[in-house]
């Protein structure tokens, strides 16, 4: 695929949070991110299984699906696919977390995807900063599940200060952060 990882960092994300309607953006995400599926061993999901999630976390209070936002056109040619009209910018990550999960007063992320052609510019490290900005003052603690074998989400994790917390092997590791 056609990367752009090392190309010029990414200065700002913004998010929105996605609804059903937004499936075929999440899609495009997954389907432009295969190796992430490779290694928790499962298909890409299908745009109505992503529908199909997005509805579910609609209903639930706790959880929240959100579109990671870059304001300036990705320098890729494949770009167009991921504009989303109603933000005005390029969904360059999917961000799903849940409130008060495991514990009240923690959010778990069970998911940060940045688009596989726009990896290493940053975007990761600034949608977690700007989740933790909004979190402070109602969490007291940020976890991240990791599913399956991924060293490299490991170390991602443990640079932005999160350090291993919770073993569920071979499934999943668990990794936290106190907010202050
Ligand atoms: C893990 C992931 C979210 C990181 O996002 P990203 O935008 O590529 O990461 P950034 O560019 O913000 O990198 C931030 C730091 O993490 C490091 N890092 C990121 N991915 C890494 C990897 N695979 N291996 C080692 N270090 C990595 C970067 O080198 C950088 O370190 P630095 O600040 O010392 O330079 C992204 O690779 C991804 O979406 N992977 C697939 C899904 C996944 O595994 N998610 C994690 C489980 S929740």
Known sequence: MESVRNALPVAA??????????????HALY?????Y???ISIPIPTLEE???EIAAAERDERRKIELV?????????QADACFDAASGGWVVAY??????YP????????????HGALQDRGIGRLAVRDLERRLRGSVQRVLASIY???????RFWEGLGYTFAIDARPILDWYAKALT
């Open 103 to 114: 514990e009240p007063g923690d959010a778990t992320v069970n998911l940060l995807l940045v």
């Open 69 to 77: 936002i870059e304001r300036e056109r990705p320098p890729f040619a």
């Open 95 to 100: 961000l799903d977390y849940k409130i008060d």
């Open 148 to 154: 399956g074998r991924n060293p490299g989400a490991r």
């Open 50 to 52: 992503v529908r199909t």
């Open 37 to 39: 599926f490779d290694i």
């Open 13 to 26: 994300v913004s998010t929105r949070i996605a609804q059903a309607d937004d499936a075929y953006l999440v």
């Open 31 to 35: 389907a432009a991110t295969p190796g």
